[in-house]
Nanobody, 123 residues
């Protein structure tokens, strides 16, 4: 599974951005896709998750402002970010949790990461 994140940029406080995470490879093996963010010197935190079944989960800090969605036909997961605040400034990463079996029947599990995309919220 390979992931390509895009959509970051500079936005004013109160503005909106939409991040995209394009998946390729063994897309059918993906069970969940998440967005995370990281500020230099701090740990990477989960922001939002969407499962294969369409269930979503959000960090408390973004509930009501961020929406995670997917377009199965485009193999893309989106993170719509509204009412952006200074504290949303971070590098955003998408990840995919995948599992399947090899041709010989051996199970495998992995978490793939996309490259980060920088979101900067300014006044």
């Amino acid at each position: 599974v390979q992931l390509q994140a895009s959509g970051g940029g500079l936005v004013q406080v109160g503005g909106s951005l939409r991040l995209s995470c394009l998946a390729s490879g063994s897309v059918s093996s993906i069970n969940a896709v998440s967005w995370h963010r990281q500020v230099p010197g701090k740990q990477r935190d989960m922001v939002a998750t969407i499962t294969k079944g369409g269930l979503t989960n959000y960090a408390d800090s973004v509930k009501g402002r961020f929406t995670i969605s997917r377009d199965n036909a485009e193999n893309t997961v989106y993170l719509q970010m509204n009412s952006l605040q200074f504290e949303d400034t971070a590098v955003y990463y998408c990840s995919a949790d995948a599992s399947d079996y090899t041709d010989s029947g051996e199970p495998w599990v992995l978490r793939a990461w996309g490259q980060g995309t920088l979101v900067t919220v300014s006044s």
